[in-house]
């Protein structure tokens, strides 16, 4: 019963920004890591961000150069992704995946269109 839900796709233009969210809903038990994938037509998902929470800390790892911001509250199981500086080659539908001690969790995705 455990739900992924993304919001804040939509179209943007080339230099503009965008923050996507996404709660986790249901029997999730607390969330160890939260993060974001994307996809584009013939490629694979690829690795966007990602947010952990360990006993020692918080930790996290994105592959954006420091244009996107990855944040979130373990405690609620959210995420959010800030999205700065937007290029044309970051269209692509964005997914929300989760994980927890039992399994791994994907969203239904939301897509994120940034016009040239």
């Known amino acids: 019963q455990v739900q992924l839900v993304e919001s804040g796709g939509g179209l943007v233009k080339a230099g503009g920004s965008l923050t996507l969210s996404c709660a986790a809903s249901g029997r999730t038990f607390t969330m160890y890591a939260m993060g974001w994938f994307r996809q584009t037509p013939g490629k694979e998902r690829e690795f966007v961000a990602v947010?952990?929470?360990?006993?020692?800390?918080?930790y996290t790892r994105d592959v954006a150069e420091g244009r996107f911001t990855i944040s979130g509250d373990s405690a609620k199981n959210t995420v959010y992704l800030q999205m700065n500086s937007l290029k044309p080659e970051d269209t692509a539908v964005y997914y929300c995946h989760a994980v927890n001690m039992r399994r791994d969790y994907w969203g239904q995705g939301t897509q994120v269109t940034v016009s040239s």
């Open positions: 947010v952990r929470w360990g006993p020692s800390g918080k």
